[in-house]
């Protein structure tokens, strides 16, 4: 998100989001940014995703007991 110059979204991952009245314009601008760019913003997420689920698998994997 923030690679798209997203300001308002991220803060959603951490806290509610609230938009002064005077930054409307400037949040909806950047809905529709992530919005025209959500094939992209969907294919990294999926990449981070695989990413996460294989180091999950090699820290869980220990050696058997000889």
């Known amino acids: 998100m ?3 110059g997203a300001v308002y979204l991220p803060c ?6 609230v938009v002064p ?3 409307t314009v ?3 601008c ?4 992530v919005l025209a760019e959500l094939p ?11 990413q996460a689920a294989t180091a999950s ?3 869980t994997t220990s050696k058997p007991d000889n």
């Open 2 to 4: 923030r690679d798209l």
């Open 40 to 50: 992209a913003v969907t294919a990294a997420r999926a990449t981070f995703e695989d």
């Open 12 to 17: 959603l991952a951490d806290d509610w989001l």
């Open 57 to 59: 698998i090699f820290q």
């Open 21 to 23: 009245p005077e930054e």
């Open 30 to 33: 950047e809905c529709a940014r």
């Open 26 to 28: 400037a949040f909806l």
